[in-house]
């Protein structure tokens, strides 16, 4: 679960401010090291330097055991496969020049369980001193393997679940069955040892779409049975003509509601009856006509941030190639405002060739999250469309590959653990 800490610094006789040690260790401030810090009504945030390597995804594989509608394979024309011990061996090598803490999440764009050295991938990681997270449709999750799995050490098991019915689930994700999955999460769940705060933890992840959206209330109420202590929700990239159909956003990409205006005033609204803030009548009010805050948060603040820079984190395939971000980790094709889009992948380079440390300080690796930050992109996803946004390689406001501007992470539509 989250923790909230508190810190108080002070301000020297230069008028310099002074931030406990223990905070300037854990968020990478170094000497001579760049911070942004955004004034938003009477507050400020210090954002992560762009320096400090918090979290590593690796995609132990890209190859699954299922056919979702969903997926980005789908559009594939490029070679799959999974990681060779050698190119994990030169991960946790290079894991080792980093200061903890430090998080390792295994995922990508197959099932890591389908690897089958996964359980021993996460006893390295453990031993490195890491946290260790894993997502998986829950299909592989046999009672051996979960309890090497806990035996390992894992912090947190996130499961897909995309459906709360067995005709739903089995409607999105092709080739699983739902009480087989919620049989083998509640077998998970029951062979942890008994703590007041038993561990791994387990998260639920669940794609939007017009077909299941009507399932979350349902789901939510599953997550509880399990004993979830995280549910995500994130919409669906669209990668086919028929994904293009079960987006829920169409009309919240151009909505001021989620996007600062100048020319719109503000509101200020407080913690109320959550059936009083749901009213018809307020939602006509508020939307399109106001940059809404709800208790000094706006919803504005998910816009233009990209979630992989400022978590500090980076991507490794299971071929060694090392990435910013999920997104640009594979080449694929999708659809954003109507039209179809070709992102093409961006690799630093491979962890094979180069070490991590001297990949994530890459002049212009390093650059690129610089741009990324300050996130002067053209607005691709509130544009009407353009031939430049149907790839990532320019935009018209003169930025070259990759492109941001169209992305929907970037923007709060699609989240990831």
Known sequence: MNQRREYQAMVDEQGRLVLPPELSARLGLTPGVTVHIDEVDQSWYLRRPITRLDKVYIEPTSLCNLTCRT???????????????????????????FPLPLTVF??????????????????RVKALG??????????????ERARHLIAAGLDMLWVSLDGATPASYTDVRLGAQLPEVLANVERFRSLRPSAQLPAPEIGIVF??????????????????????TRFMVSNVLPHTPEMRREVLYAHAMSNDVYFPSPRQPDLFMPKMDAERL????????????????????????????????EAGATAIGWDGGLSPCLPLLHSDRSYLNGLGRYARRYIVGNINERSLSDLWNDPAYVAFRARVQAFEFAP??????????ETNEEDCYGNGFPTCGGCLWAQGFVQCP
């Open 207 to 228: 794609v939007a779409l017009e077909r299941n959206f009507a399932d979350l209330p349902e789901l939510l109420r599953l997550a509880r049975r399990l004993g979830a």
């Open 71 to 97: 997926c980005i394979r789908n559009v594939w024309d490029e070679p799959m496969g999974q990681m060779s011990a050698a190119t994990f061996g030169r991960i946790v090598d290079g894991l080792r020049d």
């Open 106 to 123: 295994f995922g990508g764009f197959g099932e890591p369980l389908f690897h089958p050295d996964i359980v021993g991938m996460v006893e």
């Open 278 to 309: 749901a009213s018809p009548g307020l939602y006509e009010a508020v939307c399109g006509q106001w940059n809404l805050n709800f208790t000094g948060v706006h919803l504005t603040a998910s816009s233009d941030r990209c979630p992989f820079i």
């Open 380 to 389: 691709c996803t509130i544009c009407d469309g353009c031939p430049l946004s």
């Open 130 to 143: 890491a946290r260790a997270e894993l997502i998986t449709n829950g299909t592989l999750l046999t009672e």
